[in-house]
């Protein structure tokens, strides 16, 4: 079963707009931890925002913020006043707790075009 | 401070060929992870150790072997590369092992074609 969906291969936005990219995930574990990567078209991973599964609020960094629901199972991430910089693949990811032997797990990804 | 890196950057091989790809990290993190990254795809836990010593299997460890040399050192092996082992390799390392909210840092990735 797919633990991590991303359902949106390829998204547009406008910049200076905000746009959400939707991430989903499953998992039995209690403690888990959720992350948000960018990878632009030079390849390195770069570490935008964590989520940890007990957090109450919701994480924020500078313009990334993660739209947490955990009853959903959906951990989204928020980019507000979108930048021609922010043209990259995003990758979510959730780290399983004991159940899931602390195993990194990685969606397939969203392409995000920001036009100007 | 260079956080983690890996070499080569890209390599060639012939089928059958043996290599190693080499990673270290200098943040003094506890846990070592090998990726691959398959084109249009996200990324695949191959191996990791969680601290100096200890190495276990990740999502598609067939085809490959790990070494963790020291806390720093964490290289990756080929024994004898197939054409489906043509892959982006990304080396990460994390502080705690166990615990939900430890953030992993990439390393620049090795391309590496297999003919």
């Known amino acids: 079963a797919q633990k991590i969906t991303q359902t949106q291969p390829g998204m547009f936005v406008q910049e200076k707009e905000a746009v959400t990219l939707d991430c989903t995930y499953d998992t039995s574990d209690q403690s888990y931890g959720l992350f948000w990567y960018k990878q632009p078209s030079s390849g390195e991973m770069i570490f935008l925002i964590y989520?940890?599964?007990?957090?109450?609020q919701n994480a924020t960094e500078g313009r990334y913020s993660l739209n947490f629901q955990k009853a959903r199972k959906s951990a989204n991430l928020v980019i507000s006043a979108s930048q021609l910089g922010d043209s990259a693949m995003y990758f979510c990811?959730?780290?399983?707790?004991?159940?899931?032997?602390?195993?990194?797990?990685f969606g397939a990804g969203t392409r995000l075009f920001v036009k100007a | 401070n260079a956080g983690v890196t890996q070499t080569p950057k890209f390599q060639v091989l012939k089928t059958g060929q043996s290599m190693t790809l080499q990673c270290a990290q200098d943040?003094?993190?506890?846990?070592m992870y090998w990726y691959r990254q398959d084109p249009g795809m996200g990324l695949r836990l191959i191996y990791y150790s969680a601290s100096e010593g200890t190495t276990d299997k990740g999502e598609v460890p067939n085809g490959y072997n790990v070494s963790r040399l020291n806390k720093r050192e964490f290289s990756l092996r080929l024994e004898s590369a197939a054409p489906s082992q043509t892959s982006v390799y990304f080396c990460?390392?994390?502080?705690?092992?166990?615990?939900?909210?430890?953030?992993?840092?990439f390393g620049p990735g090795t391309r590496l074609t297999v003919l």
């Open positions: 943040m003094n993190h506890n846990s």
């Open positions: 989520q940890g599964s007990y957090d109450e």
């Open positions: 990460a390392s994390s502080e705690f092992p166990g615990d939900g909210g430890d953030t992993q840092y």
């Open positions: 990811a959730m780290r399983e707790g004991p159940g899931g032997g602390f195993k990194t797990i």
